[in-house]
């Protein structure tokens, strides 16, 4: 599939971070697109200004993911009015202990980064199979191949997102539909945010990803220095690994009491 050819797209987490600079970047190469987040002012503000800058349509969906009645209404659509290109973005994270943080919390995230997630890939590839093409792109997180002090279930959650999509692109293979797992690392959702070695753009990680799942890979990991941290992460023998970031993980800790 070439890197313009998706007719219309679904966004999740649109309204701001990476979700918005995907729904950005997608306008910018004609592709229709429907966006979806809690924040229905935002959104469309969005909508207003890709549809004045880049003539594409936009069709604006508030919705709580974490909420079933939320999320069975972008279900629905996707089965109504099916896409071309599926974008699951939305994600959250909560930091600190595991027993400290409020449960609800941390089963947000699981709904969110997990279930919604499932359940809007479950949605969409039907058309998409029957179709003989398509795209579903989940972002998941260099968080997923490394353990998570502090970022417990987060971790897990990304590391979910990886294997599942990467099983997923497996199963569709031949098939004219990619699935593609979009791994960043640190990313300035904030672009005023000074340059970094670590972090990445908003719009760098967006363009990679949509490239990746047009060009049909499994796996996308955006930065070069992040490309080659991850052979060298599985070098590193597990309990090495752990330790390094535990040691990670008491001076965040140390930090954020000093603070307080």
């Not at 109504?80 to 994270?93: F, I, R």
């Not at 398509?134 to 279930?153: D, E, K, Q, Y």
């Not at 719009?203 to 796996?219: N, Y």
Request: glycine content about 10%; overall charge positive; some cysteine.
């Amino acid at each position: 599939m070439r890197r313009h050819a998706y007719r219309r797209a679904l966004v999740t987490g649109a309204s701001s971070g990476i979700g918005e600079a995907f729904a950005r970047l997608l306008a910018r190469r004609g592709t229709d697109l429907v966006v979806v987040a809690r924040r229905a002012d935002l959104l469309a503000d969005l909508a207003a200004g890709l549809r004045a800058r880049d003539g594409v349509s936009v069709q604006v969906l508030p919705a709580d993911l974490t909420d079933p009645a939320g999320r069975g209404a972008v279900e629905d659509l996707l089965r109504a009015e099916p896409v071309d290109l599926l974008v699951n973005n939305a994600g959250y994270g909560a930091f600190g202990g595991f027993a400290e943080i409020s449960l609800d919390d941390q089963l947000k995230e699981v709904e969110l980064n997990v279930v919604a997630l499932m359940r809007l890939a479950h949605a969409a590839l039907p058309a998409m199979l029957d179709q003989g093409r398509g795209g579903v792109l989940n972002v998941a997180s260099m968080a997923g191949f490394v353990p998570s002090p502090g970022s417990a279930v987060y971790g897990a959650t990304k590391a979910y997102v990886t294997a599942f999509s990467e099983s997923l692109h497996a199963e569709v293979a031949g098939r004219g539909v990619h699935v593609t797992a979009l791994c960043p690392g640190f990313t300035r959702t904030d672009e005023t945010v000074g340059a970094n070695l670590l972090w990445l753009r908003r719009a760098d990680v967006a363009r990679a990803g949509l490239d990746a799942v047009a060009r049909g890979r499994a796996l996308c990991v955006p930065g070069a220095q992040y490309r080659t941290a991850l052979p060298a992460l599985k070098l590193v023998p597990r309990p090495v690994l752990r330790a390094a970031v535990q040691r990670m993980w008491g001076r965040a800790v140390a930090t954020h009491a000093d603070k307080h």
